[in-house]
Structure formats: structure tokens, C-alpha cells
């Protein structure tokens, strides 16, 4: 997996509550076996009109200002609904390696972190400004930083959020999980050996 | 001290805790279908890596698979290589799979409970949000990414951190014609489809011990629309009665001394919760979602919001949208609202006594002439066995509703089921996104003996006042 340290990007808002993966990857995409190649295929159903090809034009990310995005912007609840992972991959092929909202649905935040991808949670008045300043600057990108938990806006102030020590840990260090894990393995072996669990038979 | 449920399993499944870190906890069951898993097997095929306790895996086909004819061929090549996939993967790795022709397939959060697969005190996962129906049993169960899928066959554990835990208690009784759907959407509608984000949820009181383990399953099943990481409920004899006699129980110990190892794992009386919510049976009454979030709910006497009296600007600019996509004016009452599809089906909803509410409506009684398509899918083949000897299938048949094959279906048309543009659907599953059973497609989600009554009637119609025949 990729570390995530530092990037500095352009910003597209995503003005709607809640949205859910299948918003973010309809399930005709999630037939396909292989586990990159799904940037076409993002916000699919608000991002194009009904012959599937023509670009939405009333689809705010599709302005050309947006294009290159690497910071989504959104509003509470984001990734609710399926488990999907296709929903991250998704995301990230499109290049998108940071989401800002003010809350953020339990699996897909997870999800983030096993795909090298930034959840970031901030208050809903910050996230109300930013939307307010994305929107009235051309070219409107962040510089933000793990290392130091900070958002620079273009104006240089500056924002600070808050990360689970060991969720930041693996991103800045782009940490396997399994690999984390299996540093253990003799506690499962021994886990298993004691065979504590009636719950365990099979 | 005294432990709620969540506490007791997560503390016996502790494998490693160290601070400032995630613990690892042990998977006592893993279900495997064939949509987030490819990616995972592919990953331990990349690194060299086996699944580590093939005997805890079980692995079956159920969102890709056609409820028609299943003598021929999958139409859809992607479908199709989808199913192969996981059915190579399975005898690659030596995972046990239930494939569409086999009698014991169907949903995976049906079978699981059907075969006995699921039992109390246990840990467990499938890649799938609706993970959360095992919960039911008293077991702590959730979805997970595909990534998390290859870490759990890969290790049998996975990395946790522990939840926040939330009582959610129904006091009182449940009205006639009130059911376990309703209770849940009342929920969600209560505490919003955020609500339950960080917790656990623990489902208690009167009303939820009078459920059965059907209806119990319904509850935990869409408390992932309400955020939550897991819902669960205590073991007690209903659950164990439950158990008794399925297939994968084990018959050594003796049944008795299992049943009393599993209620053992109910929360101890006087155990503490986060927060505690109390609803009362009496207050819940038949619900209809009126928009694009399980949250957007009503009740059937209900009417869709008028804008002007949300006071918050997001859920305001959120329900306008809603309206627009639903095709429905501000303020219409939800009796008045017509559909032409109906679905009875999913992992919420297509369980025998789910199948018997709704043909006690029907019978008798045709479906209506605005009603394009009317589909009934089993949960899974033991339910559509069921059914058919109880004679089930030939009262709906005879309404006017087509008889299927299980499968997810139309709860997420992955398969050849789902709406077309503006089609209106009464449907018995959990999710009512935009787009969620076809692109264009309305949902409205009910009870099956709501969208029984909404196939008869052509349009929402209180159940409560319902003339069975």
C-alpha cells in the first residue's frame, strides 16, 4: 500500500448528505474480479446522463475547475449503506486520495485506511466554510499534512484535526494489515490452542 | 462486575491488545459471496498465503444469481464469470460452498442462521454491511471491506477497536399488524441513519423478547441503517429453540449443555451501556419510507414532509432532492401513493414466517391491474421448500405474483431483476438509495404485508384495516 504523508491538491465539493456507495459505485461495476480500473465508473449515475457516456452537466465535479481532484469535500454520513470496497477504489483511481466531511459512515472509513486514502473528520462549521471557499476560488486546493495532523487553506490558515494514533501510523507508513498481524501469529496459534471457545467448534 | 453481551464476546475473542494500537480479535465465522471476495483471494494468491481455518469459512453465491430458470446458463458473462470465480476460489482453497444448486443455498445472512451455522457468543463477519442480521443470536457480527475479507482468511482475526455500546430498548407491546420491519424503520426513523455510528447496539425489552428469531433478525439486520457497527440480542429459549436440530450444530456436547453455554453470554442484569434509547410497542405503527434514505420514513397514516417546517438547511436541501427523485409532492399522504412493482424478497424480509405474513394478505385476493410486476423470492431454497409445502406459493401464484428462485434479487439488481426508470416499487428489503434496484427506480420500503396489501390495493394501504380472506 501507498504511505500518505503530505499532498497538496485541488478540491471538488459534494454537496449532499449521506451519501451512500451505492451513489459513489452503482452495482453494475461490482461484477468485475480484478481490483483497479474503476475510475469511470465513480458517482456513475450523477456524473453522466442516461446514455451513460454524456458528462452530467448539473453534476457540480464535472465543472472543468475540478478536474485533477485530489481532496473531495463532502457533507455528513458519507459512504453509508453497502460495505462495498469497490466504493475507495473507486475513489482513488480517480485520484482522489483525501475526503473531508464532517462524519463519515463506520466501513467505509475503514475501508479508507486499507487503501491508502486520508477520512478526514471536521467540524460542520469548518466543513460549511470550505465549501464556501472552494466554491468562490478558482483553483482552490489544500496543502494537508499527516505528519502534523494540519489543513493549510490557500489564505495560510491553518486547521487541525484529529486522527487515531495507529490508523495514522499505517497510513504515513502504508502498513500491511496482514503483515501487522501476522507479527502475532504465535498469540493466534496459542488462542486457538487453548480452544477456549465452545463458540470456536466447527 | 456485571458485562453487557458486546463486552463478554469481545473480551473472549481478545487474541492481542496493546495500547494506542488496534486489538486483534478471533473470527469465529466467515461467510464469503461472491462479490467482495475475488480481490481478496487474489491478494493471498499474490502473497503466497492460505486461509488459515478453511473449516470456518462458507462461501455461497447469492447477489449475481438469476430467480428464474437455473436448468440454463447465466445470461450476463460478468455475472457468470463472478460465480465461476468464487466456486474456482472455493476448490483452490479448500472452502466449503453452497452454489445455486445446491438445496442448503440462498441469501448468506439466511442460510447462516437456517443451517445453524450462526450461534450465539460468536464473532462474525462476511463482506456484506448486512452482516449485522447474525446479531439476532447473540453474536457479534458485521460487514467488511474485501481487505479486511483477505486479512480474515488470511489470520481468522481481525483488527478492532473496541465500540461504544447503546441500548436500544422497546418496552410494552406491539400493536396487531405491527412487525419487527416497523420497529426497525421506527428506529432508524427516531435516531437517523447516523445515529448508531460508533456503537453497538444492543436490542432489549419486552416487545423485542416477543419477537421470533425471524423477526429478531429483521431488527439486527437493518441496524446497519442506522449506523451502527453491530446490532445484537441477548440468547434466551427462543433462541435456543431456535438451534435446536440444524445441521451444523454440533451434537457433541449434548444440546442441553450448549443451550446453557450460549445464554450464558445474555448481558448480566445491571451491566451498563453508553446510551439508552426506549421506545414504546405501543406508539409503533406500519411504516413507509417516502424518500432516499431508510431515515426518510413515516408512518402509513403519515404524509411526506412539507419543506417550509424543516428547520435545518442540509435536511431541507436533502428532502427537496429526495421529493424530486421519489416523484412525490410535498405533503402527499403516503395512502395516495400508487406503485407498479412490488418486491418481497432479501435478507431483511424473505424468511418463512416474512413469506407467510404477506400471503395471509393476499390470499384470495388479486393483484392489482396497475401492478406491472409482482415477484416473490425466497430467502434461500429451504425457505422456498418450505413454502411451497404449506402451499404458499400457489396462493400467491394465484393473486397474481410471480413465484421465484432465492437470491438478493431485487433488493440491490445485480442481477436480471430490477426497476426501470420510473418505476414505483413497494419493497420488502432494507435500502432505498437512489438508483439502489435499477437506475431511475423509486423504493419504498414496508413490511411484506405491506407490500402485500400494496400489490392488491395498487397503492400503500394501512394493513391494520386489511379484510382477510
Not at chain 1, 486499507?114 to 489544500?142: H, S
Not at chain 2, 488496534?22 to 502473497?47: K, M
Not at chain 2, 431488527?219 to 436440530?245: H, Q
Request: net charge negative; glycine share 8%.
Amino acid at each position: 500500500m501507498e504511505p500518505f504523508k503530505r499532498l497538496r491538491g485541488i478540491v471538488a465539493p459534494l454537496d449532499s448528505l449521506n451519501v451512500d456507495t451505492d451513489q459513489i459505485i452503482p452495482k453494475q461495476f461490482l461484477k468485475r474480479i480484478e481490483r483497479t480500473g474503476y475510475e469511470n465508473f465513480l458517482f456513475f449515475d450523477w456524473r453522466y446522463l442516461d446514455d451513460g457516456e454524456t458528462p452530467n452537466p448539473a453534476f457540480e465535479m464535472n465543472a472543468k475547475r475540478y478536474q485533477g481532484v485530489s481532496i473531495l469535500l463532502a457533507r455528513d454520513n458519507f459512504g453509508c449503506g453497502s460495505s462495498r470496497e469497490h466504493a475507495p477504489w473507486a475513489l482513488y483511481d480517480y485520484g482522489i486520495r483525501v475526503v473531508l466531511a464532517p462524519s463519515f459512515a463506520d466501513i467505509f472509513y475503514n475501508n479508507c485506511f486499507n487503501n491508502g486514502m486520508l477520512p478526514v473528520r471536521l467540524p460542520a462549521d469548518t466543513i460549511e466554510r470550505l465549501f464556501k471557499e472552494v466554491r468562490a476560488q478558482d483553483g482552490y486546493e489544500l496543502t494537508i499534512s499527516l505528519i502534523d495532523q494540519q489543513i493549510v487553506t490557500p489564505d495560510g490558515s491553518v486547521i487541525s484535526f484529529d486522527i487515531d494514533p495507529f490508523l495514522k501510523e499505517r497510513l504515513l507508513n502504508g502498513w500491511d494489515q496482514i503483515g501487522l498481524t501476522l507479527r502475532h501469529e504465535p498469540k493466534i496459534s496459542a488462542y486457538e490452542k487453548r480452544g477456549q471457545a465452545p463458540f470456536s467448534r466447527s | 462486575m456485571a458485562k453487557n453481551i458486546y463486552e463478554k464476546i469481545w473480551d473472549a475473542h481478545l487474541v492481542h491488545e496493546e495500547p494506542g494500537q488496534d486489538a486483534i480479535l478471533y473470527i469465529d465465522r466467515h461467510f464469503v459471496h461472491e462479490v467482495t471476495s475475488p480481490q481478496a483471494f487474489e491478494g493471498l494468491r499474490l502473497t503466497g498465503r492460505k486461509v488459515r481455518r478453511p473449516e470456518l469459512t462458507f462461501a455461497t453465491m447469492d447477489h449475481n444469481i438469476p430467480t428464474t430458470d437455473r436448468s440454463r446458463p447465466i445470461d450476463d458473462p460478468l455475472s457468470a464469470q463472478q460465480v465461476e470465480t468464487l466456486a474456482q476460489n472455493c476448490r483452490d482453497f479448500g472452502v466449503r460452498c453452497f452454489d445455486m444448486h445446491d438445496r442448503r443455498s440462498g441469501i448468506v445472512h439466511i442460510i447462516g442462521p437456517e443451517l445453524g451455522i450462526t450461534q450465539p457468543g460468536q464473532t462474525i463477519v462476511c463482506g456484506d454491511s448486512h452482516t449485522s442480521t447474525h446479531g439476532a443470536f447473540g453474536a457479534l457480527a458485521f460487514g467488511i471491506g474485501t481487505s479486511e475479507v483477505e486479512h480474515v482468511l488470511a489470520t481468522q482475526t481481525l483488527l478492532q477497536r473496541r465500540s461504544q455500546t447503546m441500548e436500544i430498548r422497546v418496552d410494552g407491546k406491539l400493536p396487531v399488524g405491527v412487525t419487527a420491519k416497523d420497529v426497525i424503520l421506527a428506529i432508524i426513523g427516531k435516531i437517523g441513519t447516523a445515529g448508531g455510528t460508533g456503537y453497538v447496539i444492543e436490542y432489549t425489552g419486552s416487545v423485542i423478547r416477543a419477537l421470533s428469531m425471524e423477526g429478531r433478525m429483521t431488527v439486527c439486520n437493518m441496524t446497519i441503517e442506522a449506523g451502527a457497527r453491530a446490532g445484537l440480542i441477548s440468547p434466551d429459549a427462543t433462541t435456543t429453540a431456535y438451534l435446536r436440530g440444524r445441521e451444523f450444530i454440533p451434537t457433541d456436547p449434548s444440546f442441553e449443555v450448549l443451550a446453557a453455554e450460549w445464554i450464558r453470554w445474555a448481558s448480566d442484569a445491571g451491566c451498563r451501556y453508553d446510551r439508552t434509547l426506549v421506545l414504546r410497542g405501543e406508539d409503533i405503527e406500519p411504516q413507509v419510507t417516502w424518500g432516499t434514505s431508510p431515515g426518510m420514513v413515516t408512518t402509513i397514516r403519515g404524509r411526506t414532509p412539507v419543506l417550509a417546517e424543516l428547520t435545518d438547511a442540509n435536511e431541507r436541501l436533502a428532502a427537496e432532492r429526495a421529493l424530486g427523485y421519489m416523484g412525490l409532492p410535498e405533503g402527499t399522504p403516503m395512502t395516495e401513493v400508487a406503485v407498479n412493482r412490488i418486491f418481497i424478497g432479501s435478507c431483511t424480509n424473505a424468511r418463512i414466517e416474512d413469506l407467510r405474513d404477506a400471503a395471509k394478505v393476499a390470499k384470495g385476493h388479486k393483484v392489482h391491474s396497475g401492478i406491472d410486476e409482482a415477484i416473490v423470492v425466497p430467502g434461500s431454497q429451504q425457505v422456498k421448500l418450505q413454502a411451497e409445502s404449506e402451499g404458499l406459493d400457489r396462493i400467491f401464484v394465484e393473486a397474481g405474483f410471480e413465484w421465484r428462485e432465492s437470491g438478493c434479487s431485487m433488493c440491490l439488481a445485480m442481477n436480471a431483476d430490477k426497476l426501470e426508470p420510473g418505476d414505483r416499487c413497494a419493497a420488502t428489503s432494507n435500502r432505498n438509495f437512489e438508483g439502489r434496484q435499477g437506475k431511475g427506480g423509486r423504493t419504498h420500503l414496508v413490511s411484506p404485508a405491506m407490500a402485500a396489501a400494496a400489490a392488491i390495493r395498487g397503492r400503500f394501504t394501512d394493513v391494520r384495516d386489511w379484510t382477510f380472506k
